[in-house]
Structure formats: C-alpha cells, structure tokens
Nanobody
Framework: QVQLVESGGGLVQAGGSLRLSCAAS????????MAWFRQAPGKERDFVAA???????????YYADSVKGRFTISRDNAKNTLYLQMNSLKPEDTAVYYC????????????????????WGQGTQVTVSS
C-alpha cells in the first residue's frame, strides 16, 4: 500500500545539522499527515514533529517542545518526500528516527500518538557526539 524509505542519518558533532528524508511510494501522498518519531536506546518511541496535507493554512506543522526552534519538518508532494531539517543538534537527540504516515489529513489530539499512524519507515540512526 504505502512504503516509506528513510535516509540521511549519520554521525554529527553537537551543534551541527542533518537533514533526514523519507520517500513515500505506493499510494497518494499529498493528503496524508506525515510525522517523525524517534527512539533512543532503552526508551519509548517519542513524537518529534508532524505536518498536515495543507500547504496554505500557515499552521500545518506541529513540534514536540524538545525540538521547537531547532527542527523543521517539510514535505515535497511532487517528489512524495518528507524531510526533517535538524539544526543545533544535541547529544540527547541521538536516536533512531522514523517517519510515519496516516490517511487522516488534519491535526487532532492523535497527531502525536504513534498508535494512530498506519505506515512506518525502517528508521535511520542519528548519533550526535559531544
């Protein structure tokens, strides 16, 4: 149905930047809510950011408090690709990062809940050294 393939992870020094990509295929992409989650060793999978299908609302993105002002989520519907630009990286950002998608096009209280998403990528490792 929908396949998500992530890339862009790697090793970076604290204060540096990375951009993660998630390529989607198999179904309509533009109407999906897309999100990034992350999971550090020994911890639960946590919400990072989400973006709705709307490109005109001016308020179509949502971020966890821990990444506000540092991370930016975006999407290119023509390329069926989701991005996460990560700046000012900290060691505590070290985790496996996953992209996710669900058919619900608008935000509600479930947007940050991993169980509400229908499709997941394989994850990409981000390691931030101090």
């Amino acid at each position: 149905q929908v396949q998500l393939v992530e890339s862009g992870g790697g090793l970076v020094q604290a204060g540096g930047s990375l951009r993660l990509s998630c390529a989607a295929s198999g179904r309509t992409f533009s109407s999906y809510t897309m999100a990034w989650f992350r999971q550090a060793p020994g911890k639960e999978r946590d919400f990072v950011a989400a973006i709705s299908w709307s490109t005109w609302s001016g308020s179509n993105s949502y971020y966890a408090d821990s990444v506000k002002g540092r991370f930016t989520i975006s999407r290119d519907n023509a390329k069926n690709t989701l991005y996460l630009q990560m700046n000012s990286l900290k060691p505590e950002d070290t985790a496996v990062y996953y992209c996710a998608a669900k058919t619900q096009p608008l935000f509600d209280w479930t947007t940050s809940q991993e169980t509400s998403y229908d499709y997941w990528g394989q994850g990409t490792q981000v390691t931030v050294s101090s």
